[in-house]
Each structure stands twice: as C-alpha cells, then as structure tokens.
C-alpha cells in the first residue's frame, strides 16, 4: 500500500470511483486484503518477532494479557477486530498499529 493506511487507501478508492460514499457494494471491488486465521505459534512468532513481552504486546492489542496467553496457547483463538489487527501486524509489522 506504499506506506498508506487502509482507510487512505478505501477512501481514495472511493474517489477515483466518484462515490460519494463507500458502500458494501463498491467496497469489494477495492479488493480489502483477507483476514486470515493465524495458529497459536503464528502469534507467538509475530510478537517474539516484535520483540514485545506479552504484557506490551497485549496493550497495544488492547486485550488482556491472559487473552494474548490463550491465543499463544490454543486455548482461545482471536476473532473480529483483534484477528484483524494481528493481520495487520503480520503484513505491516507492530508499527503500523502504534501511529
């Protein structure tokens, strides 16, 4: 994305497209990247990768740290936004959620 954010990148979108406003139905032809699931030792590497202990790496997620223990450990796995922003991780690096 050239060092823009996502919503730089819908909202010129939308633009170019002379929309008004982004709706369901322009929003796929934007072709948003696929949130993906990640494993319990995907995550782990992205924060080890981060060189964050789990309490930090927890903050930034905006999750407990027991939650970021369980998604290290299968217990649980991470759905929604929280999926979302560790994708965002794994393709921007942990920067990209500290702007």
């Known amino acids: 994305m050239n060092g823009k954010t996502i919503t730089q990148v819908v909202l010129e979108a939308a633009k170019d497209a002379n929309a008004n406003k982004v709706t369901m139905s322009n929003l796929e032809a934007l072709a948003l990247p696929e949130v993906r699931a990640l494993t319990p030792t995907q995550i782990r590497d992205?924060?080890?990768r981060s060189n964050l202990s789990r309490a930090v790496w927890a903050k930034?997620?905006?999750?407990g740290v027991t939650t970021a223990q369980k998604w290290e450990a299968g217990t649980t796995k991470p759905e929604g936004a929280a999926l979302k922003l560790l994708n965002i991780v794994e393709h921007e690096g942990v920067a990209a959620l500290l702007r």
């Open 60 to 63: 930034i997620l905006n999750v």
């Open 46 to 48: 992205l924060r080890e």
